[in-house]
């Protein structure tokens, strides 16, 4: 495979009706068609921008207040009114450590009196249509009076006028020791200022008034000239204000809004600077300032008759931060069905085991019972008709004699059992009919409803992934114990969808959506809540604590969170590789930390490392970060395989439940995953654990207790769950519509989480360009975010068989196999995640090529939704090559038809024959150069002039020394 890079050709915006502009933060203009405003669009990242790292909160990069004036004062420009009559600024603009934000400027047409208003919105880089844009700031534009001459910026005393005076008469200089620190603290409070916007040289009091001199560093200088007034110049001028106050350094001054905005010159790398208190404008625990700016000679820059700015904390910043990225933050709302469906007849069905879940059922339902499966198989091979569905109850809503952990145990093992017998096909049966797992009030339908089954919650965790490793095999149903939810089962099978909840006789979807987003108001006006999630006098218990993602968490309370208190557990405790340092740094941030080793899946050892916590700091919060994975799919694994999985998972999080009720805690967080509510294939087990925590987090909040559960999807931070995950396993999970969350993007989603009032919530990045275009292959979860008209969905399941059957019709054997060659090669290619089918050699073996069980199984289904087939799940096992996978496809796509007679047909019958020996022939050195030298002669002889040789253009070293020394070689 080659990897040199080949260049893109630069694509010109005019190519696509847009204008280029010279502003460095927005690369074109559109003018509307209708309405005389326009549209200004740009793309940021610390790649194209790398300046914007220099203006950081918390570590991460914060757009500056200054850059959204120069995008307004630009568009203002482009739409002829100069004048900013007001700019508010609403949520923060963080920029990602990778990848890059979409900003968009929109100026409306005139109103009546003739302003036009101003929207700055932006979006994260490839987030794909549907995705939240979100609202930085909104304007208001005027066009200057035709009599409007530059204001005398500088007339009050004590410049007299004369703005060439400097520094100011009778002005007094700050202290270079009070300069020298000013970066220092404000580094201190969160705020990171790098060389770029350090560019406050010298400030001057003179009564209330601070005058200052700011200058860009060399290596930025060249820039000042594409911009009205440089960003980074004018907020470092703001950074003076810490100056004014008697009281000490000021949390940070931020910028909320300015009014009277006038743009006099632009492009300097010098400013003299005149911040001037003002009341107007000014807002609550806030000030204002009115702003007179002038580059280093004395000429009139830009004038702000009134800037309000308000003191905000860092860590008020980067929970602002969370708002602005719940993007990323969702949760599943259950939707009735979108038309009713009534089925056309009662379904055959037939309960195999003990199910009281079916107590009543529609009318003229026929129900057959079975003790087993293999009772139920028996009796079909006696003749009997074969039912639609195998019904199978699984959870119980009776309180466990033995314990919680021990019922979960009881159900999941059961549930597998069944399941796994099921898509084992172990009889005709159960390739034509539909295994319906049942279960009663094991999912939360609506706020505040109770999960009354936890252990039917872990079973469904189990079946979703047997769900996406099996398409349309099994479904899954909740019922609601009402006899109208029972007789509504027929309706809800007919409906084809895998996941239903029956509530009150009317089935039920569920459905990705995105958490409400609050984009316009004010966050740096927002008070901080009263009541935190987290109390910095309590200690806060956190299970995998010295792990990867425990350790980021421990920094982030800590940090964030001011909490002081922390009680790390882990297998291994203090002697977890990395241990001692984390402690030491933690101690070093203010915090007094434990670690302590425990198995959390052993109640006995938890309720000790409760009895331990201080009574000085009581627990009062915990976060349930721990659990192991070992990963099978659904018909490989064992209960020991669930047990594993299940015990650091669910049972913790169990025992932790049992065991804290009583307790006065603000906070109760676990850290779920999003296997257990997408149904991660190859993770039946880890979904059933998860899936039980989301429940849990359901059922306390029912109760009155603190909960909050996490489906995190992928970090790309790796930890010990994910550390060996290769590129073939990110591969996989990017094209089941998740990318990777940052850290920075994830400890946001935390806090944006915990500021939410919802106990569940899945926190992660979505690719909807990705999901639209799985188009058939798209679960029905995120039919929501990304919906497909139910029509073309149905016919693009229906046509992409139907369409290769119609290709293969017209075909003779050889034509056929070449076709069926192409489709597994493509398929298997787009698996090991290749360029193209041209990677992967037909006599390959599976194994060679690196397909391990997920990869088979998702080879299969793809082959499945290509074909229309109902191939077995051993499928690449049972033929171990392409070619022989081929061989298959062909025997059983086109037993019925039949190729046109002509005088190419046999040729292209020894052609196929040729390739089939090709594939099973195993060749060394000598005979496989021979081979290819004649048949490179044949080609010559077939095609004339025409040689089908390598493309020497793109031919690597190698490849051309091999070729040449062939060549000198051939008699």
Request: hydrophobic share 45%; proline share 7%.
């Amino acid at each position: 495979q080659r990897y040199w890079l080949h260049p893109q050709p630069h694509t010109n915006p005019t190519t696509a009706g847009l204008d280029e502009t010279t502003h460095p933060l927005l690369a074109a203009v559109v003018e509307l068609a209708e309405g005389e405003g326009c549209l200004l669009t740009g793309r940021l990242s610390l790649a194209s921008h790398p300046w914007l790292a220099d203006h950081a909160v918390g570590g991460a990069a914060l757009l500056p207040g200054t850059a959204f004036l120069d995008l307004a004062l630009h568009a203002a420009e482009q739409v002829g009114c100069p004048r900013i009559e007001e700019l508010t600024l609403h949520t923060p603009l963080f920029l990602p450590e990778e990848g890059a934000v979409r900003v968009q400027a929109w100026v409306t047409a005139p109103d009546d009196e003739g302003a036009r208003t101003l929207t700055v919105s932006s979006r994260r880089d490839g987030a794909g249509d549907g995705s939240v844009w979100l609202r930085h700031a909104t304007g208001r534009l005027r066009v200057e009076p035709e009599d409007a001459s530059a204001p005398d910026i500088w007339a009050a005393e004590p410049l007299g006028g004369d703005a060439a005076v400097w520094p100011p008469r009778g002005a007094v200089a700050v202290g270079a020791e009070e300069l020298e620190h000013l970066y220092e603290e404000y580094a201190a409070r969160g705020f990171g200022y790098g060389p770029v916007f350090q560019g406050l040289r010298a400030a001057w009091r003179h009564g209330e008034d601070v005058f200052a001199e700011v200058r860009l560093p060399e290596e930025a200088e060249s820039e000042a000239g594409r911009f009205g007034v440089h960003p980074a110049l004018l907020d470092a001028a703001l950074h003076a204000v810490a100056f004014q106050r008697t009281d000490g350094l000021p949390e940070g001054a931020l910028p909320f809004s300015f009014s009277g905005v006038r743009l006099h010159s632009a492009g300097a790398s010098t400013l003299r600077v005149r911040l001037t208190p003002t009341s107007a404008g000014a807002a609550p625990e806030g000030h204002a300032l009115a702003i007179a700016v002038a580059d280093g000679t004395g000429r009139p820059v830009a004038s702000i008759a009134s800037l309000a700015v308000r003191p905000v904390s860092a860590d008020e910043l980067v929970a602002a931060s969370g708002t602005a990225r719940r993007e990323s933050l969702f949760y599943v709302e259950w939707l009735p069905l979108p038309t009713p469906v009534e089925a056309t007849a009662a379904p055959r069905l037939a309960v195999v085991g003990a199910c009281g879940l079916l107590t009543a059922t529609a009318p003229g339902q026929a129900l057959e019972r079975y003790e087993t499966l293999a009772d139920l198989f028996a009796t079909v091979d006696a003749g009997a008709p074969t039912p639609e569905a195998v019904v199978v109850g699984c959870g119980s809503r009776e309180a466990p004699a033995t314990g919680l952990p021990e019922a979960v145990r009881e159900h999941t093992h059961r549930a597998l059992e069944v399941v796994r017998e099921w898509l084992r096909d172990a009889h005709p049966a159960a390739a034509t009919a539909r295994l319906l797992v049942l279960t009663r009030d094991a999912v939360a339908t609506r706020e505040g409803e109770d999960v009354a089954d936890l252990a039917g919650a872990a079973v469904w965790g189990l079946v979703r992934s047997a769900q996406s490793e099996h398409p349309d095999r099994v479904v899954l149903l909740d019922l609601d114990g009402e006899e109208a939810s029972a007789a509504a089962i027929p309706a809800a099978l007919a409906c084809g969808e895998p996941q239903i909840a029956v509530r009150s006789g009317k089935p039920l979807l569920p459905r990705l959506v995105r958490m409400p987003v609050i984009d316009r108001v004010p966050v740096i006006d927002a008070a901080p809540s009263s009541q935190s999630a987290f109390d910095p006098e309590g200690t806060v218990l956190i299970t995998g604590g010295t792990g990867a993602l425990g350790a980021l968490l421990a920094r982030h309370l800590v940090t964030a969170h001011r909490v002081r208190q922390l009680l790390l557990v882990g297998r291994r405790g203090p002697q977890a590789p990395g241990a001692a340092d984390l402690q030491a740094e933690l101690v070093a941030l203010g915090a007094e930390v434990t670690i302590r080793a425990c198995d959390t899946g052993d109640r006995s050892a938890v309720a000790a490392l409760l009895a331990e916590v201080s009574a000085r700091h009581p627990l009062t919060g915990v976060v349930h970060a721990a659990g192991v994975l070992d990963d099978a799919t659904v018909t490989s694994l064992t209960e020991r395989h669930l047990d594993t999985v299940l015990s650091p998972k669910a049972d913790a999080a169990a025992h932790l439940h049992e065991l804290t009720r009583d307790a006065r805690l603000r906070s109760f967080v676990m850290f779920s995953s999003a296997a257990g509510v997408l149904g991660a294939p190859g993770q039946g087990n880890y979904a059933a654990a998860n899936a039980f925590l989301d429940a849990l987090a359901h059922h306390r909040r029912a109760r009155g207790l603190p909960a909050l559960s996490l489906a995190w999807g992928l970090w790309e931070r790796r930890s010990g769950m994910t550390g060996h995950l290769g590129g073939t396993d990110r591969a996989r999970i990017t094209r089941s519509g998740l990318t990777p969350l940052g850290t920075e993007d994830a400890l946001a989603l935390f806090d944006a989480a915990l500021a939410g009032d919802r106990p569940f919530a899945v926190p992660a990045r979505l690719d909807l360009r990705s999901l639209r275009a799985a188009g058939q292959g798209l679960p029905p979860l995120f039919h929501k975010l990304a919906p497909t008209p139910v029509a073309r969905r149905r016919a693009a399941v229906a046509d992409a068989a139907a369409d290769l059957r119609a290709r293969l019709s017209g075909q003779d054997a050889g034509e056929q196999r070449a076709t069926l060659l192409a489709v597994v090669r493509g398929h298997v290619a787009a698996v090991l995640g290749h360029d193209g089918a041209a990677a992967v050699r037909p006599d390959s073996a599976f194994r060679d090529l690196g397909f391990d069980s997920l990869a088979a199984v998702e080879l299969r289904n793809r082959l499945h939704a290509a074909s229309g087939l109902r191939l077995p799940a051993t499928l690449v096992f049972d033929h171990p090559t392409p070619a022989a996978l081929t061989d298959l496809l062909q025997a059983r796509l086109c037993r019925d038809t039949t190729a046109p007679a002509g005088p190419t047909a046999p040729v292209l019958a020894e052609l196929a024959r040729l390739e089939s020996a090709l594939s099973a022939a195993t060749l060394d050195d000598d005979t496989r150069d021979d081979l290819v030298v004649r048949l490179r002669s044949l080609a010559r002889e077939v095609g004339g002039a025409a040689d089908s040789g390598p493309d020497l253009r793109s031919a690597t070293d190698d490849e051309m020394f091999e070729l040449i020394d062939k060549e000198i070689s051939r008699p």
